[in-house]
């Protein structure tokens, strides 16, 4: 069992800059692959950023260049680095975990087994 907590949410301007944590505890064993997905209102929820144990990391096209994933094992703790932010940034933001996901799949929701309660971003144009 992992547990996944978020922090670092909040309201910035277009073109601002948050930093998204996530937290985890339980199982903690480096081997899991973790992620960041996102929910708009009315909206799937979407696969953002993704690190598999590796160091393989996935991102989705509409992030690339301006959002930075990172984990830093000794502290059990996932970071979602978020510059150069949109109004279409704006969601609900999960942090994820999982065993055994690779290459594309890192962006699938479906493969993430422990999720987190997640934390709102609200970008204003």
């Known amino acids: 069992q992992v547990q996944l907590v978020e922090s670092g949410g909040g309201s910035v301007q277009a073109g601002g800059s948050l930093r998204l944590s996530c937290e985890a505890s339980g199982d903690t064993s480096s081997s899991y692959s973790m992620g960041w997905f996102r929910q708009a209102p009315g909206k799937e929820r979407e696969g953002v950023a993704a690190i598999h144990s590796d160091g393989t990391i996935r991102y989705a096209d509409s992030v690339k260049g301006r959002f930075t994933i990172s984990r830093d094992n000794a502290k059990n703790t996932l970071y979602l680095q978020m510059n150069s932010l949109k109004p279409e940034d704006t969601a609900m933001y999960y942090c994820?975990?999982?065993?055994?996901?690779?290459?594309?799949?890192?962006?699938?929701?479906?493969?993430?087994?422990?999720w987190g309660q997640g934390t709102q971003v609200t970008v204003s144009s």
């Open positions: 994820a975990a999982g065993r055994e996901i690779y290459g594309l799949f890192l962006l699938l929701r479906t493969k993430y087994t422990y």
